[in-house]
Protein backbone atom coordinates (compact mmCIF):
# COMPACT_ATOMS: atom_id res chain seq x y z
CA UNK A 1 0.00 0.00 0.00
CA UNK A 2 2.68 2.50 0.91
CA UNK A 3 4.16 1.47 -2.89
CA UNK A 4 0.76 2.74 -4.09
CA UNK A 5 0.66 5.61 -2.01
CA UNK A 6 4.15 6.55 -3.04
CA UNK A 7 3.66 6.18 -6.25
CA UNK A 8 0.14 8.39 -6.36
CA UNK A 9 1.97 11.48 -4.35
CA UNK A 10 4.57 10.87 -7.03
CA UNK A 11 2.16 11.82 -9.84
CA UNK A 12 0.69 14.55 -7.90
CA UNK A 13 3.54 16.34 -7.07
CA UNK A 14 5.13 15.91 -10.79
CA UNK A 15 1.70 17.56 -11.92
CA UNK A 16 1.69 20.60 -9.93
CA UNK A 17 5.45 20.99 -10.20
CA UNK A 18 4.31 22.05 -13.98
CA UNK A 19 2.13 24.58 -12.17
CA UNK A 20 4.30 25.62 -9.63
CA UNK A 21 6.85 26.02 -12.42
CA UNK A 22 4.69 28.39 -14.23
CA UNK A 23 3.18 30.08 -11.33
CA UNK A 24 6.59 31.13 -11.02
CA UNK A 25 6.86 32.58 -14.23
CA UNK A 26 3.85 33.95 -13.88
CA UNK A 27 5.19 36.05 -10.71
CA UNK A 28 8.09 36.61 -12.16
CA UNK A 29 5.97 38.60 -15.21
CA UNK A 30 3.81 40.36 -12.50
CA UNK A 31 7.01 41.53 -10.83
CA UNK A 32 8.47 42.58 -13.95
CA UNK A 33 5.59 44.27 -15.53
CA UNK A 34 3.58 45.33 -12.28
CA UNK A 35 5.72 45.67 -9.63
CA UNK A 36 4.98 45.63 -5.85
CA UNK A 37 2.50 48.96 -5.61
CA UNK A 38 -0.92 50.41 -4.76
CA UNK A 39 -2.51 48.92 -8.05
CA UNK A 40 -0.74 45.25 -7.45
CA UNK A 41 -1.62 45.29 -3.54
CA UNK A 42 -5.46 45.80 -5.06
CA UNK A 43 -5.33 43.06 -7.03
CA UNK A 44 -3.87 40.77 -4.89
CA UNK A 45 -6.73 41.05 -2.13
CA UNK A 46 -9.44 40.66 -5.12
CA UNK A 47 -7.91 37.47 -6.26
CA UNK A 48 -7.02 36.31 -2.82
CA UNK A 49 -10.94 37.04 -1.59
CA UNK A 50 -12.24 33.80 -4.08
CA UNK A 51 -9.21 32.35 -4.07
CA UNK A 52 -9.55 32.02 0.07
CA UNK A 53 -13.61 31.12 -0.51
CA UNK A 54 -11.89 28.44 -2.71
CA UNK A 55 -9.56 27.09 0.00
CA UNK A 56 -11.68 26.70 2.63
CA UNK A 57 -15.13 25.59 1.39
CA UNK A 58 -14.29 23.97 -2.40
CA UNK A 59 -10.84 22.18 -1.42
CA UNK A 60 -11.06 22.38 2.07
CA UNK A 61 -14.14 21.89 3.95
CA UNK A 62 -16.13 20.59 1.20
CA UNK A 63 -13.61 18.12 -0.18
CA UNK A 64 -13.07 16.86 3.59
CA UNK A 65 -16.66 16.23 4.21
CA UNK A 66 -17.26 15.47 0.18
CA UNK A 67 -14.29 12.70 -0.31
CA UNK A 68 -15.33 10.13 2.62
CA UNK A 69 -19.41 10.15 1.81
CA UNK A 70 -18.51 9.62 -1.54
CA UNK A 71 -16.10 6.77 -0.77
CA UNK A 72 -18.58 4.93 1.37
CA UNK A 73 -21.00 5.01 -1.66
CA UNK A 74 -18.55 3.49 -3.68
CA UNK A 75 -17.04 0.83 -1.37
CA UNK A 76 -20.83 -0.14 -0.02
CA UNK A 77 -23.24 0.93 -2.34
CA UNK A 78 -23.81 0.19 -6.70
CA UNK A 79 -23.23 2.09 -9.31
CA UNK A 80 -26.71 3.69 -9.71
CA UNK A 81 -26.99 4.83 -5.99
CA UNK A 82 -23.05 6.71 -6.47
CA UNK A 83 -24.32 8.21 -9.64
CA UNK A 84 -27.79 9.34 -7.72
CA UNK A 85 -25.32 10.76 -5.20
CA UNK A 86 -23.16 12.59 -7.42
CA UNK A 87 -26.29 13.62 -8.93
CA UNK A 88 -28.03 15.27 -6.19
CA UNK A 89 -24.77 16.91 -4.78
CA UNK A 90 -23.96 18.39 -8.10
CA UNK A 91 -27.06 20.11 -8.10
CA UNK A 92 -26.84 20.98 -5.18
CA UNK A 93 -23.56 22.47 -4.96
CA UNK A 94 -24.57 24.41 -8.54
CA UNK A 95 -27.60 26.34 -6.61
CA UNK A 96 -24.91 27.53 -3.07
CA UNK A 97 -22.62 28.52 -5.64
CA UNK A 98 -24.76 30.92 -8.40
CA UNK A 99 -26.27 32.66 -4.98
CA UNK A 100 -23.18 33.06 -3.17
CA UNK A 101 -21.49 34.64 -6.78
CA UNK A 102 -24.26 36.96 -7.62
CA UNK A 103 -23.89 38.01 -3.65
CA UNK A 104 -20.11 38.40 -3.29
CA UNK A 105 -20.80 40.24 -6.68
CA UNK A 106 -23.07 43.17 -4.97
CA UNK A 107 -21.34 42.74 -1.91
CA UNK A 108 -18.01 43.73 -3.38
CA UNK A 109 -17.79 46.91 -1.88
CA UNK A 110 -18.40 45.33 1.78
CA UNK A 111 -15.96 42.39 1.32
CA UNK A 112 -13.21 45.15 0.47
CA UNK A 113 -14.09 46.89 3.21
CA UNK A 114 -14.02 44.07 5.64
CA UNK A 115 -10.80 42.13 4.22
CA UNK A 116 -8.72 45.19 3.31
CA UNK A 117 -10.41 47.58 5.59
CA UNK A 118 -6.87 49.85 5.38
CA UNK A 119 -7.92 50.87 1.79
CA UNK A 120 -10.39 52.68 2.53
CA UNK A 121 -8.43 55.47 3.53
CA UNK A 122 -6.91 55.13 0.17
CA UNK A 123 -9.83 56.26 -1.90
CA UNK A 124 -8.78 55.04 -5.08
CA UNK A 125 -7.25 52.32 -4.29
CA UNK A 126 -10.61 50.88 -2.76
CA UNK A 127 -12.54 51.79 -5.92
CA UNK A 128 -10.06 49.94 -7.99
CA UNK A 129 -10.28 46.43 -5.39
CA UNK A 130 -13.94 46.22 -5.65
CA UNK A 131 -13.77 46.83 -9.44
CA UNK A 132 -11.19 43.48 -9.72
CA UNK A 133 -13.01 41.70 -7.14
CA UNK A 134 -16.43 41.59 -8.93
CA UNK A 135 -14.77 40.29 -12.01
CA UNK A 136 -12.94 37.99 -10.21
CA UNK A 137 -15.74 36.75 -7.53
CA UNK A 138 -16.98 34.06 -10.41
CA UNK A 139 -13.82 32.14 -10.13
CA UNK A 140 -15.41 30.89 -6.96
CA UNK A 141 -18.22 29.22 -9.02
CA UNK A 142 -16.02 27.52 -11.26
CA UNK A 143 -13.04 26.59 -9.28
CA UNK A 144 -15.63 24.52 -6.55
CA UNK A 145 -17.69 22.99 -9.65
CA UNK A 146 -13.31 21.78 -10.15
CA UNK A 147 -12.90 20.78 -6.48
CA UNK A 148 -16.02 18.72 -6.83
CA UNK A 149 -15.33 16.95 -10.34
CA UNK A 150 -11.40 16.62 -9.01
CA UNK A 151 -13.33 14.72 -6.17
CA UNK A 152 -14.40 12.76 -7.38
CA UNK A 153 -11.63 11.81 -9.59
CA UNK A 154 -9.12 11.10 -6.87
CA UNK A 155 -11.40 8.88 -5.33
CA UNK A 156 -11.20 6.23 -7.81
CA UNK A 157 -7.61 7.26 -7.86
CA UNK A 158 -7.42 9.35 -10.92
CA UNK A 159 -5.01 11.82 -9.43
CA UNK A 160 -3.17 13.14 -12.50
CA UNK A 161 -6.02 15.41 -14.28
CA UNK A 162 -7.19 17.23 -11.43
CA UNK A 163 -3.61 17.58 -10.26
CA UNK A 164 -2.86 19.00 -13.97
CA UNK A 165 -5.89 21.47 -13.92
CA UNK A 166 -4.09 24.67 -12.22
CA UNK A 167 -2.05 25.19 -14.96
CA UNK A 168 -4.59 26.49 -16.96
CA UNK A 169 -4.99 29.22 -14.07
CA UNK A 170 -1.28 29.84 -14.70
CA UNK A 171 -1.68 30.12 -18.45
CA UNK A 172 -4.44 32.51 -18.51
CA UNK A 173 -2.96 34.44 -15.99
CA UNK A 174 0.44 34.51 -18.38
CA UNK A 175 -1.33 35.79 -21.37
CA UNK A 176 -3.36 38.62 -19.56
CA UNK A 177 -0.35 39.75 -18.58
CA UNK A 178 1.28 39.48 -21.63
CA UNK A 179 -1.20 40.48 -24.26
CA UNK A 180 -4.04 41.93 -22.69
CA UNK A 181 -3.00 44.31 -20.28
CA UNK A 182 -0.84 46.71 -22.76
CA UNK A 183 -4.48 47.05 -24.46
CA UNK A 184 -6.33 48.44 -20.76
CA UNK A 185 -6.38 51.46 -19.38
CA UNK A 186 -5.96 49.85 -15.93
CA UNK A 187 -3.22 47.48 -16.85
CA UNK A 188 -3.95 45.40 -14.04
CA UNK A 189 -7.25 45.16 -15.21
CA UNK A 190 -5.93 42.62 -17.14
CA UNK A 191 -4.90 40.10 -14.25
CA UNK A 192 -8.68 39.90 -12.79
CA UNK A 193 -10.18 38.72 -16.65
CA UNK A 194 -7.21 36.21 -16.71
CA UNK A 195 -8.21 35.07 -13.66
CA UNK A 196 -12.06 34.82 -14.82
CA UNK A 197 -11.21 32.90 -17.82
CA UNK A 198 -8.84 30.45 -16.37
CA UNK A 199 -12.50 29.10 -13.90
CA UNK A 200 -13.96 28.28 -17.78
CA UNK A 201 -11.08 26.56 -19.23
CA UNK A 202 -10.06 24.54 -15.68
CA UNK A 203 -13.71 23.16 -15.28
CA UNK A 204 -14.06 22.57 -18.96
CA UNK A 205 -10.13 20.18 -18.78
CA UNK A 206 -12.39 18.36 -15.72
CA UNK A 207 -15.03 16.74 -18.54
CA UNK A 208 -13.04 14.30 -20.55
CA UNK A 209 -12.22 12.05 -17.61
CA UNK A 210 -15.42 11.80 -15.38
CA UNK A 211 -17.01 10.58 -18.91
CA UNK A 212 -14.00 8.34 -18.86
CA UNK A 213 -15.09 7.27 -15.60
CA UNK A 214 -18.84 7.12 -16.60
CA UNK A 215 -19.78 9.81 -13.45
CA UNK A 216 -20.68 12.09 -15.67
CA UNK A 217 -22.95 14.94 -12.90
CA UNK A 218 -26.63 15.03 -14.54
CA UNK A 219 -27.00 17.95 -12.00
CA UNK A 220 -30.75 18.06 -9.63
CA UNK A 221 -31.68 19.60 -6.42
CA UNK A 222 -31.04 17.24 -3.31
CA UNK A 223 -31.58 19.20 -0.35
CA UNK A 224 -33.17 16.30 1.31
CA UNK A 225 -30.89 13.57 -0.07
CA UNK A 226 -29.71 11.86 2.69
CA UNK A 227 -25.93 11.56 0.72
CA UNK A 228 -26.17 15.64 0.75
CA UNK A 229 -27.34 15.90 4.50
CA UNK A 230 -24.18 13.98 5.48
CA UNK A 231 -21.84 16.33 3.51
CA UNK A 232 -23.99 18.88 4.72
CA UNK A 233 -23.33 18.24 8.58
CA UNK A 234 -19.76 17.42 8.11
CA UNK A 235 -19.07 20.72 6.05
CA UNK A 236 -19.84 22.94 8.69
CA UNK A 237 -17.43 21.88 11.44
CA UNK A 238 -14.71 21.06 8.62
CA UNK A 239 -14.85 25.02 7.35
CA UNK A 240 -12.61 26.09 9.96
CA UNK A 241 -10.87 22.57 10.91
CA UNK A 242 -9.22 22.31 7.29
CA UNK A 243 -8.53 25.42 6.31
CA UNK A 244 -7.17 26.99 9.60
CA UNK A 245 -4.20 28.43 7.94
CA UNK A 246 -6.10 30.63 5.00
CA UNK A 247 -7.90 32.13 7.53
CA UNK A 248 -4.61 33.20 8.88
CA UNK A 249 -3.22 34.40 6.11
CA UNK A 250 -6.02 36.50 5.25
CA UNK A 251 -6.18 38.05 8.60
CA UNK A 252 -2.19 38.88 7.23
CA UNK A 253 -3.50 40.75 4.32
CA UNK A 254 -6.50 42.44 6.90
CA UNK A 255 -3.52 44.05 8.73
CA UNK A 256 -0.97 44.61 6.22
CA UNK A 257 -3.81 46.78 4.41
CA UNK A 258 -2.96 49.04 6.96
CA UNK A 259 1.04 49.22 6.55
CA UNK A 260 3.03 50.76 3.96
CA UNK A 261 2.06 50.43 0.35
CA UNK A 262 3.84 47.30 -0.74
CA UNK A 263 3.55 45.15 2.24
CA UNK A 264 -0.02 42.77 0.82
CA UNK A 265 2.17 42.31 -2.10
CA UNK A 266 6.06 41.84 0.11
CA UNK A 267 3.84 38.79 1.70
CA UNK A 268 2.18 37.50 -1.61
CA UNK A 269 4.80 36.83 -3.06
CA UNK A 270 6.74 35.33 -0.25
CA UNK A 271 3.95 32.99 0.71
CA UNK A 272 4.35 32.28 -3.03
CA UNK A 273 7.42 30.65 -2.87
CA UNK A 274 6.48 28.68 1.13
CA UNK A 275 3.35 27.29 -1.52
CA UNK A 276 5.73 25.44 -3.85
CA UNK A 277 7.14 22.95 -1.62
CA UNK A 278 3.58 22.86 0.36
CA UNK A 279 1.72 22.88 -3.34
CA UNK A 280 4.10 20.19 -4.88
CA UNK A 281 4.71 18.11 -1.62
CA UNK A 282 2.44 18.72 1.14
CA UNK A 283 -1.26 19.49 -0.86
CA UNK A 284 0.01 17.02 -3.26
CA UNK A 285 0.40 14.44 -0.42
CA UNK A 286 -2.65 15.57 1.74
CA UNK A 287 -4.99 14.63 -1.61
CA UNK A 288 -3.42 11.37 -1.81
CA UNK A 289 -3.96 10.26 1.82
CA UNK A 290 -7.24 11.09 2.36
CA UNK A 291 -8.86 8.82 0.08
CA UNK A 292 -6.84 5.86 1.45
CA UNK A 293 -7.44 6.78 4.98
CA UNK A 294 -11.31 7.13 4.15
CA UNK A 295 -10.70 3.69 2.56
CA UNK A 296 -8.87 2.04 5.72
CA UNK A 297 -11.99 3.41 7.91
CA UNK A 298 -14.90 2.09 5.42
CA UNK A 299 -12.92 -1.54 5.84
CA UNK A 300 -12.14 -0.97 9.43
CA UNK A 301 -8.90 -1.46 8.94
CA UNK A 302 -7.34 0.20 11.77
CA UNK A 303 -3.84 -0.56 11.65
CA UNK A 304 -3.85 0.22 7.65
CA UNK A 305 -4.84 3.73 9.00
CA UNK A 306 -2.33 3.59 11.41
CA UNK A 307 0.45 2.76 8.64
CA UNK A 308 -0.95 5.25 6.16
CA UNK A 309 -0.79 7.97 8.90
CA UNK A 310 2.74 7.01 10.43
CA UNK A 311 4.19 6.94 6.55
CA UNK A 312 2.42 10.32 5.62
CA UNK A 313 4.31 11.91 8.67
CA UNK A 314 7.60 10.51 7.61
CA UNK A 315 7.35 11.78 4.50
CA UNK A 316 6.54 14.89 5.64
CA UNK A 317 9.71 15.13 7.52
CA UNK A 318 11.56 13.45 4.91
CA UNK A 319 11.53 16.36 2.15
CA UNK A 320 9.73 19.31 4.16
CA UNK A 321 12.51 19.47 6.62
CA UNK A 322 15.07 20.10 3.87
CA UNK A 323 12.56 22.76 2.12
CA UNK A 324 11.83 24.69 5.46
CA UNK A 325 15.74 25.55 5.84
CA UNK A 326 16.89 26.31 2.00
CA UNK A 327 13.49 28.43 2.15
CA UNK A 328 15.14 30.42 5.20
CA UNK A 329 18.55 30.57 4.41
CA UNK A 330 18.07 31.43 0.64
CA UNK A 331 15.17 33.68 0.96
CA UNK A 332 16.93 36.53 -0.28
CA UNK A 333 18.58 34.52 -3.11
CA UNK A 334 15.40 33.28 -4.54
CA UNK A 335 13.22 36.37 -4.41
CA UNK A 336 15.87 38.05 -6.02
CA UNK A 337 16.57 35.40 -8.96
CA UNK A 338 12.79 35.00 -9.40
CA UNK A 339 11.83 38.93 -8.76
CA UNK A 340 13.95 41.40 -8.89
CA UNK A 341 13.74 42.95 -12.38
CA UNK A 342 12.58 46.14 -13.61
CA UNK A 343 9.47 47.46 -11.37
CA UNK A 344 10.23 44.92 -8.39
CA UNK A 345 13.87 46.52 -6.62
CA UNK A 346 16.57 45.60 -4.11
CA UNK A 347 14.80 46.98 -1.27
CA UNK A 348 11.70 44.63 -2.54
CA UNK A 349 13.32 41.82 -2.10
CA UNK A 350 15.00 42.74 1.35
CA UNK A 351 11.44 43.85 2.47
CA UNK A 352 9.76 40.27 1.46
CA UNK A 353 12.64 38.33 2.30
CA UNK A 354 12.07 38.92 5.79
CA UNK A 355 8.72 37.57 5.37
CA UNK A 356 9.55 34.83 3.72
CA UNK A 357 12.39 33.97 6.12
CA UNK A 358 9.06 34.22 8.72
CA UNK A 359 6.81 32.26 6.66
CA UNK A 360 9.65 29.07 6.04
CA UNK A 361 9.98 28.52 9.77
CA UNK A 362 6.03 27.01 9.74
CA UNK A 363 6.47 25.37 6.43
CA UNK A 364 6.49 21.99 8.53
CA UNK A 365 3.65 23.08 10.58
CA UNK A 366 1.66 23.94 7.83
CA UNK A 367 2.35 20.48 5.81
CA UNK A 368 1.70 18.78 9.13
CA UNK A 369 -1.96 20.14 9.67
CA UNK A 370 -2.55 19.35 5.59
CA UNK A 371 -1.74 15.51 6.48
CA UNK A 372 -3.08 15.24 10.41
CA UNK A 373 -6.56 17.05 9.50
CA UNK A 374 -7.45 13.97 7.26
CA UNK A 375 -6.72 11.98 10.51
CA UNK A 376 -9.69 13.32 11.75
CA UNK A 377 -11.91 13.92 8.44
CA UNK A 378 -11.75 10.55 7.39
CA UNK A 379 -13.24 9.31 10.40
CA UNK A 380 -16.15 11.62 9.92
CA UNK A 381 -14.73 13.59 12.81
CA UNK A 382 -14.45 17.08 11.91
CA UNK A 383 -15.22 18.86 15.51
CA UNK A 384 -12.27 17.95 16.65
CA UNK A 385 -10.20 19.74 14.04
CA UNK A 386 -12.63 22.47 14.20
CA UNK A 387 -11.83 23.13 18.02
CA UNK A 388 -8.08 23.24 17.45
CA UNK A 389 -8.49 25.42 14.59
CA UNK A 390 -10.31 27.99 16.51
CA UNK A 391 -7.40 28.02 19.45
CA UNK A 392 -4.72 28.21 16.79
CA UNK A 393 -6.92 30.97 15.07
CA UNK A 394 -6.95 32.32 18.71
CA UNK A 395 -3.56 32.41 19.11
CA UNK A 396 -2.32 33.90 15.74
CA UNK A 397 -4.59 36.61 16.38
CA UNK A 398 -3.04 37.67 20.03
CA UNK A 399 0.76 37.52 18.09
CA UNK A 400 -0.42 39.30 14.98
CA UNK A 401 -1.15 42.09 17.17
CA UNK A 402 2.11 41.38 19.29
CA UNK A 403 4.39 40.48 16.54
CA UNK A 404 3.20 43.50 14.16
CA UNK A 405 4.62 46.72 16.16
CA UNK A 406 8.42 45.20 16.03
CA UNK A 407 8.34 43.17 13.08
CA UNK A 408 5.69 45.04 11.09
CA UNK A 409 4.94 42.67 7.93
CA UNK A 410 7.25 39.78 9.23
CA UNK A 411 5.97 39.86 12.79
CA UNK A 412 2.38 38.75 10.48
CA UNK A 413 3.83 35.97 8.75
CA UNK A 414 5.94 34.84 11.78
CA UNK A 415 2.82 34.56 13.56
CA UNK A 416 1.00 32.56 10.81
CA UNK A 417 3.71 30.18 11.08
CA UNK A 418 3.67 29.53 14.92
CA UNK A 419 -0.34 29.11 14.73
CA UNK A 420 0.67 26.44 12.29
CA UNK A 421 2.54 24.52 14.53
CA UNK A 422 -0.04 25.14 17.64
CA UNK A 423 -2.37 23.59 15.62
CA UNK A 424 -0.37 20.77 13.96
CA UNK A 425 0.98 19.61 17.81
CA UNK A 426 -2.84 19.88 19.21
CA UNK A 427 -3.93 17.46 16.39
CA UNK A 428 -1.19 15.11 16.78
CA UNK A 429 -1.27 15.59 20.75
CA UNK A 430 -5.07 13.87 20.09
CA UNK A 431 -4.20 11.30 17.71
CA UNK A 432 -1.62 9.80 19.96
CA UNK A 433 -3.89 10.03 23.19
CA UNK A 434 -6.96 8.19 21.29
CA UNK A 435 -4.48 5.46 20.19
CA UNK A 436 -5.82 6.48 16.59
CA UNK A 437 -2.01 6.38 15.67
CA UNK A 438 0.68 4.12 16.82
CA UNK A 439 4.41 5.33 15.78
CA UNK A 440 6.37 2.88 14.56
CA UNK A 441 9.46 1.29 16.47
CA UNK A 442 12.08 3.08 14.51
CA UNK A 443 11.10 6.99 14.74
CA UNK A 444 14.20 7.75 16.64
CA UNK A 445 16.55 6.53 14.75
CA UNK A 446 14.71 8.01 11.55
CA UNK A 447 14.74 11.73 13.39
CA UNK A 448 18.28 11.22 14.49
CA UNK A 449 19.00 10.67 10.50
CA UNK A 450 17.00 13.51 9.40
CA UNK A 451 18.44 16.04 12.02
CA UNK A 452 22.05 15.37 10.92
CA UNK A 453 21.46 15.89 7.56
CA UNK A 454 19.95 18.73 8.00
CA UNK A 455 22.35 20.30 10.34
CA UNK A 456 25.24 19.31 6.95
CA UNK A 457 22.93 21.23 4.57
CA UNK A 458 22.26 24.32 6.71
CA UNK A 459 26.25 24.59 7.84
CA UNK A 460 27.24 24.08 3.78
CA UNK A 461 24.77 27.18 3.03
CA UNK A 462 25.65 29.16 5.73
CA UNK A 463 29.31 28.98 5.12
CA UNK A 464 29.30 29.84 1.41
CA UNK A 465 26.23 31.25 0.05
CA UNK A 466 26.81 35.08 -0.19
CA UNK A 467 23.33 36.39 -0.34
CA UNK A 468 24.71 40.15 -0.87
CA UNK A 469 26.24 39.62 -4.70
CA UNK A 470 22.71 38.52 -6.25
CA UNK A 471 22.12 41.91 -6.18
CA UNK A 472 25.29 42.90 -8.36
CA UNK A 473 24.70 39.45 -10.75
CA UNK A 474 22.59 39.80 -13.80
CA UNK A 475 19.27 37.46 -14.69
CA UNK A 476 21.85 34.41 -16.13
CA UNK A 477 24.41 34.88 -13.39
CA UNK A 478 21.48 35.02 -11.14
CA UNK A 479 19.46 31.62 -12.03
CA UNK A 480 23.01 29.84 -12.67
CA UNK A 481 24.39 30.40 -8.62
CA UNK A 482 20.57 29.43 -7.57
CA UNK A 483 20.18 26.01 -9.31
CA UNK A 484 24.01 25.25 -8.05
CA UNK A 485 23.08 25.84 -4.40
CA UNK A 486 20.12 23.87 -4.37
CA UNK A 487 21.48 21.29 -6.07
CA UNK A 488 24.43 21.02 -3.78
CA UNK A 489 22.19 21.32 -0.55
CA UNK A 490 19.91 18.67 -1.96
CA UNK A 491 22.94 16.34 -2.52
CA UNK A 492 24.46 17.03 0.43
CA UNK A 493 21.18 16.35 2.57
CA UNK A 494 20.31 12.85 0.83
CA UNK A 495 24.19 11.62 0.82
CA UNK A 496 24.15 11.94 4.20
CA UNK A 497 20.78 10.19 4.80
CA UNK A 498 22.41 7.69 2.48
CA UNK A 499 25.70 7.45 4.60
CA UNK A 500 23.87 6.64 7.74
CA UNK A 501 21.98 3.65 6.22
CA UNK A 502 18.92 4.99 4.30
CA UNK A 503 18.29 3.72 1.33
CA UNK A 504 15.89 4.58 -1.91
CA UNK A 505 13.50 1.69 -1.08
CA UNK A 506 13.26 2.45 2.30
CA UNK A 507 11.04 5.41 1.02
CA UNK A 508 8.23 2.79 0.27
CA UNK A 509 8.29 2.38 4.31
CA UNK A 510 10.39 5.08 5.50
CA UNK A 511 12.30 2.76 8.10
Same mark, same amino acid.
Given at each position: ? #?R??L ?5 VS?MT ?6 G *?? %??M?F? %??FG??A ?7 ? !?KI?N??R????E?? *? ?5 PVLSDYKE?GG????Q??V $? ?6 A ?18 YI??P?F +?????Q? /? ?9 F???F?I +???A ?9 G? *??VPAF??V !???L?MI??A?W???LMD /????AL?W?VF ?11 P??I ?16 V ?6 M?P? &? ?7 I??L ?6 S?L =?????S???? @?? %????F??GVF???L?T? &??P?L??N????DT????? #?L?WG?K???L ?9 L??? /???? @??L??Y???T?? $? ?11 S ?5 ? &???K???PGF ?12 ? &???MI?N ?9 P????G?A??? +? ?8 L??TR??K ?6 SK??L? *?F??I????E ?9 ? $??M??N?W???D?I????M? =? ?5 S?F??LML?G??L??L?Y? %?
Open positions: M #SQLKSTAVGLISRIL *FV %RDLA %RIADSTDAFFVA !FPFLRLFAGA *FSQAFIKKAALHF $DRTAGTLIVLILVTIAGIVAAPILIFAG +SWKGEH /ELAVQLLRITPYLF +SSVFAGGILNTFK *FATP !FLNCAAILSP /EPVMAGAAGMVQLLFQFALRLGLIPKPKFGFKDEGKRIMKLLA &IFGVSITQNLLDTLIAF =ISGSVWLYY @SD %RLVEPLGIAAV &ILNSKHAAEAGFSR #SDLLVLIGTPAAIGLLLA /EPML @STFQNEFHY $DVVMAGRSLMAYLGLLGF &ILVVLVSSRKDLKTPVRFG &IYAAIVMNIAFVFLAHALLAT +SLGAFFNASLLLLENIYQPNWL *FLRILASVMALLLLKYV $DTRWEGAIRLNLAW =IGVAAAYLVTMSRHKL %R
